[in-house]
Nanobody, 126 residues
Framework: QVQLTESGGGSVQAGGSLRLACVAS????????KGWFRQAPGKEREFVSAITSSGRNTYYADSVKGRFAISRDDALSTLYLQMNNLTTEDTAAYYC???????????????????WGQGTQVTVSS
């Protein structure tokens, strides 16, 4: 079992930046790929970014490519999401997720992630 705890959300004006963090604990907390998803009110949960277990490969939704950066520090058991040039469209609850086994694809599919954090709210105002 892996526990995930997000932090770093808040309110920011458009064009600003935030860095989200997700601390993992439990068995094999740093073994598998991890990702960030978000969910705005009235919308489905959507993929934001993912990083492989090695950290060598990263993936991004088209809507955040060039603005967001995912990274992991397994020594600190922490996953990060640096978000720059935020827009009002980025307003959502952000969730980190971890897989429980090695899978080589479909990083944008939430059903491939076994563990989820409780979410942290990001609100961007114009």
């Amino acid at each position: 079992q892996v526990q995930l705890t997000e932090s770093g959300g808040g309110s920011v004006q458009a064009g600003g930046s935030l860095r989200l963090a997700c601390v993992a604990s439990g068995h094999n907390a740093n073994t598998y790929a991890k990702g960030w998803f978000r969910q705005a009110p009235g919308k489905e949960r959507e993929f934001v970014s993912a990083i492989t277990s090695s950290g060598r490969n990263t993936y991004y939704a088209d809507s955040v490519k060039g603005r967001f950066a995912i990274s992991r520090d397994d020594a600190l058991s922490t996953l990060y999401l640096q978000m720059n040039n935020l827009t009002t469209e980025d307003t959502a609850a952000y969730y980190c997720a971890s897989r429980s086994r090695h899978q080589g694809s479909s990083y944008d599919d939430p059903s491939t992630y076994a563990y989820w954090g409780q979410g942290t709210q990001v609100t961007v105002s114009s």
